[in-house]
């Protein structure tokens, strides 16, 4: 996360990027912009505040050498001659457009800009941001017309959110150069990170801590849910999440004998699914880290615990009480009615 108390935009650019499955092509703008004060103090925090927030970071990435990636190139240019700005802004957009691989890619605006000042980890250095535009909002406007007032609706940015952005830090660390992105349309992740990015996350706790709940989520779906139910996935989840917030680091084998208990059959599933995991997903699961508090808020966010029944009856079971579904939530058969029930005990309602 990045503090911009004294950050300046001291470059800033607008292109249009294309999209050549629908023959749209690119714009570019041929000067830096030179801000009003009023517009200036809304574009910063418009462009900075999404980053405040954002813990897990990315680093270049190449299949050869990371040198031959091209946004790390652009970039590098850019901290090492700043009269390149210009130039290599439209580099960029050029770039972007050559990985609108599909029809769905949206067209947009895009701004680049290059910050003085921005704070991350203590470390005061400059930082280039690449935003994409890709929603924009009716709004009204009011002109006089013969004595009256009359509307009109345009079309423009919303300074309430940012569709995509990236802010690559003039620091580096034993894995490169820093990375921070964010992406309220993500359904095309792949496109930004992979695509035009070309990252990798990051070798910390923050991705630490994400690859295992990932891979406990994962592991719920597809095999405890699979062969022992919803409510055991559910129970699984809820015990998973309690551990991470009861511990500051994580050691595979306290966890698999506390989640586990005796049920040894159980940790050799789990051990066996780690290596499914890992080689599916190409990732290393450490064995032991530190909890990152962040991620763990986030992910537990994305942890869905509804049992979902034919009888349009849901039972929601809350994720940071791990030991409701067991002591409070019974599964049976009923002969008579020939269907299967569950039993919720409680003391008052609301």
């Known amino acids: 996360m990045i503090k911009r108390n ?10 249009k990027v294309g999209n050549k499955f629908n023959s749209a092509t690119n ?8 801000f009003d004060e009023e517009s200036y103090e809304l574009m910063k925090p418009y462009l900075l505040k999404p980053f405040a927030n954002v813990s897990e970071s990315f ?32 580099h960029i957009v050029t770039h972007l457009f050559e990985q609108s691989n599909s029809a769905q890619i949206k067209i947009g605006d895009v701004i680049i800009a290059l910050f003085e000042d921005i704070e991350y980890k203590d470390v005061v250095t400059q930082a280039v941001g690449i935003f994409k535009i890709e929603n924009k909002i009716n709004f009204f406007q009011t002109f006089m017309e013969k004595d009256s007032l009359d509307v009109f609706v345009q079309k423009g940015i919303s300074t309430k959110k940012l569709d995509k952005g990236c802010l690559i830090i003039n620091s580096t660390d034993a894995e490169g150069r820093i990375v921070l992105s964010v992406d309220t349309n993500n359904y095309d992740a792949q496109y930004w990170l992979n695509n035009f990015l070309n990252v990798k996350y990051a070798d910390d706790n923050n991705q630490h801590t994400q690859n295992y709940l990932e891979m406990c989520k994962d592991f719920s779906e597809e095999v405890i849910k699979e062969d022992f ?14 551990f991470f917030k009861e511990n500051e680091a994580i050691n595979i084998n306290d966890f698999k004998e506390q989640i586990f208990e005796e049920n040894d059959a159980h940790k050799t599933l789990f051990d066996d699914y780690k290596k499914q995991f890992e080689t599916v997903n190409d990732v290393l699961v450490r064995n032991q880290f530190a909890v990152s508090d962040i991620v763990l808020k986030k992910q537990k966010q994305k942890i869905k615990t509804e049992i979902k029944l034919d009888t349009n009856i849901q039972i929601k079971l809350d994720i940071d009480a791990p030991d409701a579904a067991s002591e409070y939530l019974e599964k049976g058969f009923d002969e008579v009615k020939k269907m299967k029930f569950y039993k919720v005990y409680f003391n008052e309602e609301d």
Not at 6 to 15: G, Q
Not at 28 to 33: A, G, H, K, L, P
């Open 6 to 15: 004294r950050a300046t935009i001291s470059k800033f650019i607008i292109h």
């Open 27 to 34: 714009v570019f703008s041929e000067d830096v912009i030179t």
């Open 59 to 90: 680093r270049f990435n190449h299949h050869a050498n990371i040198e031959l990636n091209e946004i790390n190139s652009y970039i590098s240019q850019i901290f090492s001659d700043e009269t390149t700005f210009v130039e290599i802004s439209k």
């Open 229 to 242: 139910g919803i409510h055991e996935k559910s129970k699984f989840l809820a015990k998973t999440v309690d």
